[in-house]
């Protein structure tokens, strides 16, 4: 079993930054650098929906909203994934989740909360 952490969260004002992260423990044997692992946030009465993903390979992808603002990376030596949060906007203001998948296997972390003042 997978357990997430995710940590960096708290109140900002429109036009700052955050930084996330997000640590990983009991790997089920496999080494992190396989996993492949993934923000993902959900604001008030709104549907999770992805934010930035970074496969085992390096490659990224983000939600059409946050690119070139949001910067995911990962540190396989630490087990951490970290997402770089620039320029934010009140509509960033969600739970931001952490998860990990490997095979058909998905594990999320509890989230943290960013909010995002006018």
């Known amino acids: 079993q997978v357990q997430l952490v995710e940590s960096g969260g708290g109140l900002v004002q429109a036009g700052g930054s955050l930084r996330l992260s997000c640590t990983a423990s009991g790997t089920s044997g496999a080494d992190y650098k396989f996993y492949s692992m993934a923000w993902y946030r959900q604001a008030p009465g709104k549907q999770r929906e992805l934010v930035a993903g970074i496969t085992s390979g390096g490659d990224t992808n983000y939600a059409n909203s946050v690119k070139g603002r949001f910067t995911i990376s990962r540190d396989n030596t630490k087990n951490t994934t970290s997402l770089q949060m620039n320029s934010l906007i009140p509509e960033d203001t969600a739970v931001y989740y952490c998860?990990?998948?490997?095979?058909?296997?998905?594990?999320w972390g509890k989230g943290t909360l960013v909010t995002v003042s006018s």
């Open positions: 998860r990990a998948a490997i095979g058909a296997r998905n594990f």
